[in-house]
């Protein structure tokens, strides 16, 4: 008797699903536009008071993705409302990764604080505003369901890589010469850089299309372009792209050498950082 109204209890508390991931994400695409108003301004009031509302998002992240995991072991049948479960649990926790990044801007704001001006953080806008636009779109892949503009954020994040590893070098050529930073400020500006790219790479991860979606009766199939394969963890470039002697081409087969390249510097100027 006592199992039967437990299980009663369960069904009842699995008429709504939580999704923390809308109203979460609001606060932190606002975190992020207030944080580009701190940095190009180097506006140290506002950065304190954005630390403060990093930590709050921080925290809030981290209970959406435990509501999300607790709901997860009452045990709900159906693989679709699992599947949601583990994506919100997987998205909130990504959006506090950005926060945490933000938190990190601000931090370093205040050590730059009277020794750069404001003309020598413009170097760092177009790749702050890429970053923002990419994070953009990946939230409305989410919640339009659009795969093309889930794609569109990986080519996003591409040309931020670009960006970055050229600025990267920049900053630190002009450190360790000593020509305009001395270390304590090169350091606080290839923080806030590095900053700007992981907030670009956690939104391309948050527009990955789902890797394997459960359907009843239909098994397993593969959503979208750039997907993992199961059990490699490896990204898959051009899915859906003909296999070799189908008589068609095969666009996106290959990342070009531009991009290859690119990656090689951002992974030469990240070993630098550390």
Known sequence: MADEQRRKEMEMNHDEI??????????????????????????????????????????????????????????????EERLHLVRCAQRCSRLGRVAHQVMQMMQNIQELDGQVTEDEMVAFRPLFLLAEVEL???????????????????????????????????????TSTAMFYNFQTGMSLLFILRAIER????????????????REGSGRRQEGCGVLREGNGRRQEGCGAPRAGSGTSQEGSGAPQAQSHASDEKRAANRVLL
């Open 136 to 174: 953009r779109d990946a939230v409305l892949s989410i919640l339009r369901d659009d795969e093309q503009l889930a794609y569109g954020v990986r080519r996003k994040d591409e040309e931020l890589d670009s960006l970055y590893a050229a600025e990267m070098k920049r900053i630190f050529h002009h």
């Open 199 to 214: 907030i670009g790479d956690h939104a391309a991860q948050l527009a990955v299309p789902s890797f394997y979606l459960l």
């Open 18 to 79: 939580p999704d923390f991931f809308p109203s979460l994400s609001r606060r932190v695409i606002e975190l992020v536009s207030r944080a580009r108003e701190a940095l190009f301004h180097l506006d140290v009031p506002l950065a304190m008071r954005l630390m403060a509302e990093c930590s709050s998002v921080t925290a809030e992240s981290r209970k959406a993705e435990a509501a999300c995991n607790a709901s997860l072991l009452v045990g709900i049948s159906s693989a």
